[in-house]
């Protein structure tokens, strides 16, 4: 890539733009625009980037209860006296952030970092699934949320899921599944119109 | 920001992600995405990252001739003797990337940093304009080509600067305007097409 720009751009500009296309969905125009507004703006931004970048690779583990992303083991969610044994069950650490902000769940998390896909290669021994069954040995939670997505490999996951635990006789749960509220009914697939009519509360 | 997360994200993964948010064209969702990519990655990628950023900081300065990027000064094309005496005025450092691509230019160059845009608030003085105008009374150019984008900014930027240049009686000419290469007739715009139209060669 450098020398393929030749004298045009300076070796540390090249350079960025390539870290910079390293990125999940930085394509190399993009980098370059990222590169010159960081050559751009001041010192005080450009360092306050790179120093939040190696921050969180010096200071940031995984909880070994909830594997949450966290400063302290265990997290502050697993350590917190005030929630209930409820166990939600998500596929990204961004999943507990979004449920959080919802305010309608006070029990503790799963974080099974991401979701079975046999497509991509991904089987249940590369998520967190063999430490959910453990913990829920251990913890014996009154329910375990299943939050993964509603697409083919979070349902996947989820089924996996429900078979492994009814052993342990947990009451395992899937979210109710349906119209978004604010959704247009016009603009929503036959699967989600489906489910949202079997699915239908008396008023 | 990193309040209304609470307790769900690590503290160094939301200062992260305010910090991506503050790029261009990055929205918090696409930040928390790179966030927790670079979380994940491994260490050397992400330090590579940051430290990619640190040494354009430290080590990129503008070239005092052309204003282009550089780690030396004057740059390596104005210091280059083989370079003729043209001079290719352009918005920004990524165009001198691109026009040195195409191998059909042996100038030198000139990085105005922008394009005038009253609605913007950038008028001549916040560019390297007058900076262009003196080196124009003591290098002579043979010819100042004005490359700048074929907007309205660009377009304003390149009648200012013909006019500005006329007296010291320097050919200043405009790239060719027209349908570009392997473009397709039926999507072109009016003014593409107008403009290929009056312009067109006889075979």
Chains 1, 2 share one sequence.
Request: proline fraction near 6%.
């Amino acid at each position: 890539m450098v020398s393929q720009r030749g004298v045009a751009v300076a070796r540390p500009v090249a350079r960025l733009i390539d870290e910079l296309a390293k990125l999940p969905g930085i394509g190399p125009k993009t980098a370059s625009r990222l590169a010159f507004y960081l050559l751009r703006t001041s010192r005080d931004d450009a360092v306050g980037l790179a120093e939040a970048i190696l921050e969180v690779k010096e200071k940031v583990t995984l909880c070994t209860v909830c594997f949450n992303t966290t400063e302290q083991n265990p997290c502050a969610i697993c350590a917190d006296p005030g929630r209930d044994s409820r166990i939600c069950v998500v596929e990204e650490p961004l999943d507990v952030v979004a449920i959080e902000r919802t305010g309608e769940y006070r029990g503790k998390y799963h974080v099974l970092h991401g979701a079975i896909s046999p497509v991509e290669g991904i089987g249940p021994e590369k998520l967190k699934i063999q430490e959910l069954i453990e913990r829920t040995q251990s913890e014996r939670p009154e329910e375990i949320i299943v939050f993964t997505n509603l697409d083919l490999p979070g349902e996947a996951t989820a089924t996996y899921l429900h078979r492994l635990l009814t052993p342990s006789g947990v009451r395992v749960t899937r979210p109710a599944s349906g119209l978004p509220v604010g959704g247009d009914l016009e603009y929503a697939d036959e699967m989600t119109l489906g489910r949202a009519m079997a699915g239908r509360r008396v008023l």
